[in-house]
């Protein structure tokens, strides 16, 4: 399983940004795919999950209103729509993938990519 997050990069606060995440190697089409972010010196923490239909997302309340999570099952791909950014969404972006239920935490994900760098500046 290979899980490719892109889309990162330098932007201002109030900016935006897309971030994909690209999967192969697993039935993309029936697998819960989330999102989770780790800033420096912190935890990794939850960001977003989306089931395979694409509905009812799970989305922390931080950053409800902000970002989106969508999903491309013809593509494998997964997306995380970032409006409005702020200096505090700084982080790695991590896109993870599980066959079973949507799930906040991320032991609840068996298959990781290699995270993606989100830097929001001020």
């Known amino acids: 399983v290979q899980l490719q997050a892109s889309g990162g990069g330098l932007v201002q606060a109030g900016a935006f940004l897309r971030l994909s995440c690209a999967a192969s190697?697993?039935?993309?089409?029936?697998?819960?795919m989330g999102w989770f972010r780790q800033a420096p010196g912190k935890e990794r923490e939850f960001v977003a999950a989306i089931r395979p239909s694409g509905s009812t997302p799970l989305c922390t309340d931080s950053v409800k209103g902000r970002f989106t999570v969508s999903r491309d099952n013809a593509k494998d791909t997964v997306y995380l729509q970032m409006n409005s950014l702020k200096p505090e969404d700084t982080a790695v972006y991590y896109c993870?993938?599980?066959?079973?239920?949507?799930?906040?935490?991320?032991?609840?994900?068996?298959?990781w990519g290699q995270g993606t760098l989100v830097t929001v500046s001020s």
């Open positions: 993870a993938a599980t066959p079973n239920y949507a799930s906040r935490r991320s032991s609840a994900y068996e298959y």
């Open positions: 190697g697993l039935t993309f089409s029936s697998s819960v």
